[in-house]
């Protein structure tokens, strides 16, 4: 049974850093595109990151771009997202996600992923 589990969510001032990890389980995803994506309340899940199943190219969200660090370590099956330079639109329940293995298409679309997590809580304070 294929699991995902985020962790390292939590409370930070405006302009810190949290480094969000999602560890698998079930099988292992070294073919498998990954994503993160957040919900902010009220809002649509929005796309926040992504690196291809090959590990050799990452998209960003503009929003993220030049402050967030998508990076996977397959030997431990575990995906994180470094974020520095934390503002409080940034707060939201964060998602990881993976594609289907030898995944080709988009990555920006929460419909191109067969796996979630449950999520982990962002809150930044002004």
């Known amino acids: 049974q294929v699991q995902l589990v985020e962790s390292g969510g939590g409370l930070v001032q405006a302009g810190g850093s949290l480094r969000l990890s999602c560890a698998a389980s079930?099988?292992?995803?070294?073919?498998?595109?990954m994503g993160w994506f957040r919900q902010a309340p009220g809002k649509e899940r929005e796309f926040v990151a992504a690196?291809?199943?090959?590990?050799?190219?990452?998209y960003y969200a503009d929003s993220v771009k030049g402050r967030f660090t998508i990076s996977r370590d397959i030997a431990k099956n575990t995906l994180y997202l470094q974020m520095n330079s934390l503002k409080p639109e940034d707060t939201a329940v964060y998602y990881c996600a993976f594609t289907s293995q030898y995944y080709r298409g988009s990555y920006y679309q929460a419909g191109s992923y067969a796996y979630w997590g449950q999520g982990t809580q962002v809150t930044v304070s002004s």
């Open positions: 079930g099988r292992t995803f070294s073919s498998h595109g």
């Open positions: 690196i291809s199943w090959s590990g050799g190219t990452s």
